[in-house]
């Protein structure tokens, strides 16, 4: 079992940038690849970003390339997501999750969402 905490939302103008965290509890944090996902109002969850149990690869949905980076640091249970050249259409909450696969689909466990606003 994996508990996930998100931090680090907020309201940002066009063009800032944000930092979102997210915590795990247990100490199989490394067994885990991890995904960043959003979702906005009246659309469907997204992916974002994904990092494998090592960090080594990564992976962004296209929206997002070049804009933000996934990281993680296994030895404080936490992977980030850094957001720069933030834009309006990036408003969404922001999910973290976990997963035993690094892959862009199939993830086992859920942060509660951190609600990221960017405004014109």
């Known amino acids: 079992q994996v508990q996930l905490v998100e931090s680090g939302g907020g309201l940002v103008q066009a063009g800032g940038s944000l930092r979102l965290s997210c915590a795990a509890s247990?100490?199989?944090?490394?067994?885990?690849?991890m995904g960043w996902f959003r979702q906005a109002p009246g659309q469907e969850r997204e992916f974002v970003a994904a990092i494998s149990w090592r960090g080594t690869s990564s992976d962004y949905a296209d929206s997002v390339k070049g804009r933000f980076t996934i990281s993680r640091d296994n030895a404080k249970n936490t992977v980030y997501l850094q957001m720069n050249s933030l834009k309006v259409e990036d408003t969404a909450v922001y999910y973290c999750?976990?997963?035993?696969?690094?892959?862009?689909?199939?993830?086992?466990?859920w942060g509660q969402g951190t609600q990221v606003t960017v405004s014109s």
């Open positions: 247990g100490r199989t944090f490394s067994s885990y690849a």
């Open positions: 999750a976990a997963g035993v696969a690094y892959t862009r689909e199939r993830y086992d466990y």
